[in-house]
């Protein structure tokens, strides 16, 4: 045997996270899913398997089909048959009814930290951005029409036409960046749920 060989690994011996550890309870230490083999109190060393069978508790209005992925949803510390919720860590290796409150899980023992499946859909953007060919805004004058006045607008007059075309411009332009920013956070909370960029 190698001089270098530690163990075998099913069973790897960790550090307890925040709030400890419970025996026979689920836990996502960095990007590895194990299953707490002692109770330990926080910051304590304790032994964890990282394969095997292990009853889990599930996302109860859920049906499970034998060998069907099974994912770890970490906000509510469960099992999960919806590739969106986290991390891919084992499969179903019998039947579970909906409702039911837990599932049999055969852990895989080193699974990637990425998401397996489809993430949570982010839409389109909607509406058009107006511009000309060099990308600035479009010309105030356009956008405000023909100022009050006639041909020999007042100054008060020819000031409250570029008023009223800034604040046109303004606006729509703040709602189309606050869209872009909202579906771009959204885009990047699915990357961080996948695993593709860090939390």
Known sequence: ????????????????PAGGVVSGTGYLIGTLFVVALVTAAEGASFDAMVEGVFTLPKT???AWAE????????SNHRADSDSTVGQLIGVSVGVAANPTANGSVRLNCGVPAMAEGAQAAVADLSGTLTGTANGSMVDIAATAGACAGGATPTA????????TAVASIVTGTNEQLKELQTKLNAALAALRAAGVIAS
Not at 1 to 16: C, E, K, P, R, W
């Open 1 to 16: 045997m190698a001089s270098n060989f530690i163990q075998d690994g099913d069973t790897v011996t960790l550090t307890a």
């Open 60 to 62: 109860s209005a859920q």
């Open 67 to 74: 060998g069907q992925k099974v994912f770890w949803d970490n």
């Open 156 to 163: 008060t007059q020819v000031d409250t036409a570029i008023a």
